[in-house]
């Protein structure tokens, strides 16, 4: 029995769900599929921060505050390079925060699924994978799933979206262009408890508002080590060169020790305990896909999956189903045809991604600094603006040419000329 609506989406991850609630709150009819049976599933592979830059979206969606009731901790980010600390002046919050966040995913997927499901006008197909798209000529014109009973079911829409992860079966089916890049580090995480500050202060702080912490990023130069607060516990990631893959899977608690240990101010894990499994990357790639095909889009990892050291990726699936939305809700309302509306996704997505992805992809290489990220981080750590576009830029709110404009980049210079030389 074919079913109908009005836009189907595939995974009911963030970007699913996100682009679920958004298209039901203009009226449309959506069914999103998703492959898992459990409400409460969850991505695992994942360190949890949310980047400031996604912040309005979630505040869009009406889910900030759910997020701080689910756990969600308000977290700015900080920078160490060889030259020194790159950190935010202030916390700023309203329109220009400056806070990300984050929360576990055991909390913000089932979170997200839950409230998409019960958002009127969304029908969550729980235990069905897509197995085929239809078409009519060369539109896409819905989806073939299987259900949990193991049967064919079609449905017709006037828009399909991939929303169904880094290897989005989706983006097969449609043959999209797809650019994968290799990664050359080797990245592994846990959840620890008993993290102090290196003082030996808590790292969550709890006052009479929301709770806040300090996420930290060691650009060890290759290595990297980044350390994230969460409730309750405190995520500890190391990424080293994939030539030492090997040697460090052999101990990945003295993996992790040795390199936090000597991290210039490094945690203090005197009564630290790991609570849960390593998370080891062994193999990772990069994908750009182009995120349109004639009444198709893919969204979120679906669309670009981007080297995970930079947390980015929950933010740009958050991102991109409501750039999604904005493009194509009011002329699915209003009967308009989908191919304008789709360029103008694609656009937005490439406009706000493209450099962004450009660089991601070149530093997963596990290349060593070079002389112009040296020179804008060592001039960072003296110049407060400098600091700051640079954090706009890792918190992903502008991309490179945005925050680094000949004026801000001759500034830089000089900076950088003055502190050699003293
Ligand atoms: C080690 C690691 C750490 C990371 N840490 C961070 C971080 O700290 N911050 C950050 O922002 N990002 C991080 N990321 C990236 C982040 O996890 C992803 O970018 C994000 O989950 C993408 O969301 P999504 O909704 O596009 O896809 P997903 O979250 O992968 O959701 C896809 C959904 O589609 C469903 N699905 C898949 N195939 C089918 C099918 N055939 N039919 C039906 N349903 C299907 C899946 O079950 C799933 O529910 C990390 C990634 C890795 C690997």
Aim: proline letters at 4%; charged letters at 25%.
């Amino acid at each position: 029995m074919t079913q109908r609506c009005d836009v189907v989406i595939v995974g009911a991850g963030i970007a699913g769900c996100a682009a679920a609630i958004a298209y039901a709150r203009y009226g449309l009819r959506v069914i999103l599929v998703e492959a898992h049976r459990n409400t409460d599933a969850f991505k695992r592979a994942c360190t949890h921060l949310i980047q400031s830059s996604a912040v309005p979206t979630l505040r869009r969606l009406g889910l900030e505050a759910e997020v701080e009731a689910a756990g969600g901790i308000r977290t700015d980010l900080e920078f160490h390079t060889r030259a020194g600390w790159v950190r935010y002046p202030r916390i700023a919050s309203g329109p220009d925060a400056t806070y990300g966040y984050n929360i576990r995913r055991s909390q913000l997927d089932p979170l997200l699924r839950r409230t998409a499901a019960e958002t009127d006008g969304v029908r969550l197909l729980r235990g069905a994978r897509v197995r085929e798209l239809q078409r009519d000529g060369r539109r896409v014109t819905g989806v073939v799933v299987q259900n949990e009973a193991g049967e064919l079911v079609p449905i017709d829409a006037r828009l399909t979206i991939g929303a169904d992860g880094r290897h989005s079966a989706v983006a097969g089916l449609a043959r999209v262009r797809t650019i994968k890049t290799s990664h050359g580090r080797f990245g592994c995480f846990a959840h620890y408890t008993g993290v102090l500050d290196k003082s030996g202060a808590e790292l969550v702080t709890r006052g009479d508002g929301p709770a806040q912490a300090t996420s930290r990023l060691w650009l060890l130069d290759p290595d990297i080590a980044y350390m994230l607060p969460n409730d309750g516990r405190t995520v500890l990631a190391a990424m080293v060169s994939s030539e030492r893959r090997d040697e460090s899977l052999r101990n990945l608690d003295n993996h992790i020790n040795s390199i936090f240990s000597r991290l210039p101010g490094g945690p203090d894990l005197s009564n630290a305990r790991r609570v849960s499994n390593f998370t080891p990357i062994k193999k990772y790639q990069s994908v750009w896909r182009r995120p349109i095909a004639p009444g198709l889009a893919l969204i979120g990892d679906a669309a670009l999956v981007t080297d995970y050291l930079w947390g980015a990726g929950i933010g740009w699936a958050l991102q991109s189903s409501e750039w999604i939305t904005d493009a194509t809700a009011l002329p699915l309302v209003s009967g308009e045809p989908m191919a304008p509306a789709l360029r103008k996704y694609a656009y937005r997505h490439f406009r706000r991604l493209g450099l962004h992805h450009a660089f991601n992809a070149n530093f997963a290489t596990g290349r060593k600094m070079n002389a112009l990220e040296r020179v804008l981080f060592g001039a960072a750590t003296a110049d407060e603006e400098i600091g700051a576009r640079l954090l706009d830029f890792g918190s992903r709110k502008l991309n490179p040419l945005q925050a680094f404009g000949p004026g801000l980049l001759a500034r830089a210079w000089r900076l950088h000329r003055a502190l050699e030389a003293a």
